[in-house]
C-alpha cells in the first residue's frame, strides 16, 4: 500500500464546476503540499500545510492531522485548471509523492 | 528572479550508452534533490544534497546512477549504461531550508532509452 493515496485517479469537468481532490496517508509527517504538474512536465508548488487551511485565488487546501488527510478544491473551475494535481508529504526531509490526479476541466 | 534550470530538456539514446543531467537551481537554495517520475506517477526522490553534501541517496541506483554537486551549486546526474527501464523524466528541485520549506522544481529532462 502507498504511503500517499490520492483520489480520483482521473477526474473531468465541466467548466464552472466545483472540483475535489482527495490525499489520504499512512505516515506521520511535518507538512503536506500540493503540487500542480502541467503537461510538458513543469511542476508548480500550491500549498503547503501543516495544520487548518489555506486559500490562494480559486484554490482552497484544507488538512486534518488526525484523520491523516487532506484536500484541495478548485472553485468555479476553468479549462487552464486542467493538470495533474499530486498530494507530497514531508516526512523529515523525506518526501513521499501521491500518483498524482489528472483533471481535465472542459469548456 | 530566474528558477530552476535544467538541460537538456529531452534526451533520446540508446540503451548502454551514458547519458547526463544538468540542474542550476535558484540562487541562495541550499537544498537540491534529484527526482525521477515514471509516466502516470509522482515523482521519486533519487537524491538530496544539502549544500554539497549528499545526505540522502538511499533511494538512487548506485549501480549506474551516480551525482555530484561540486562547489554545492550546480548538480550533475549520470546514468552509465543507460537501460530501457530508465525512460523517465527526471526533475530537479531545490528549496531554501531543506524539504519543509517549499521546493521549486525545475522543467525536468524527458529521457527515452531506446
Known amino acids: 500500500k502507498n504511503e500517499v493515496e490520492q483520489s480520483p485517479q482521473n477526474l473531468t469537468a465541466q467548466e464552472g464546476e466545483f472540483i475535489t481532490i482527495n490525499c489520504s496517508y499512512s505516515?506521520?509527517?511535518?507538512?503536506l503540499h500540493w503540487l500542480q504538474q502541467h503537461p510538458g512536465g513543469g511542476i508548480v508548488s500550491l500549498f503547503m500545510l501543516s495544520s487548518g487551511k489555506k486559500k490562494h485565488g480559486r484554490l482552497i487546501a484544507t488538512i486534518n492531522i488526525q484523520e491523516k488527510h487532506s484536500s484541495l478544491h478548485i472553485t468555479a473551475s476553468h479549462p487552464r485548471d486542467s493538470a495533474v494535481y499530486i498530494c507530497?508529504?514531508?516526512?523529515?526531509?523525506?518526501?513521499?509523492f501521491g500518483a498524482g490526479t489528472r483533471l481535465t476541466v472542459k469548456p | 528572479e530566474a528558477g530552476v534550470v535544467q538541460s537538456p530538456r529531452y534526451k533520446i539514446i540508446e540503451k548502454k550508452q551514458p547519458v547526463a543531467f544538468w540542474c542550476n537551481p535558484i540562487s541562495g537554495h541550499n537544498t537540491l534533490y534529484w527526482y525521477r517520475q515514471n509516466l502516470g506517477q509522482g515523482p521519486e526522490l533519487l537524491i538530496r544534497y544539502e549544500n554539497e553534501e549528499a545526505v540522502d541517496d538511499s533511494q538512487l541506483p548506485k549501480d549506474r546512477f551516480s551525482a555530484e554537486r561540486l562547489k554545492g551549486v550546480d548538480s550533475t546526474l549520470k546514468i552509465q549504461p543507460a537501460e530501457l527501464g530508465d525512460s523517465a523524466v527526471y526533475l530537479c528541485?531545490?528549496?531554501?531550508?531543506?524539504?519543509?520549506?517549499?521546493?521549486?522544481f525545475g522543467p525536468g529532462t524527458r529521457l527515452t532509452v531506446l
Open positions: 507530497a508529504v514531508d516526512r523529515n526531509n523525506d518526501m513521499r
Open positions: 528541485a531545490s528549496s531554501q531550508a531543506g524539504a519543509v520549506d517549499e521546493q521549486f
Open positions: 505516515v506521520g509527517i511535518s507538512a
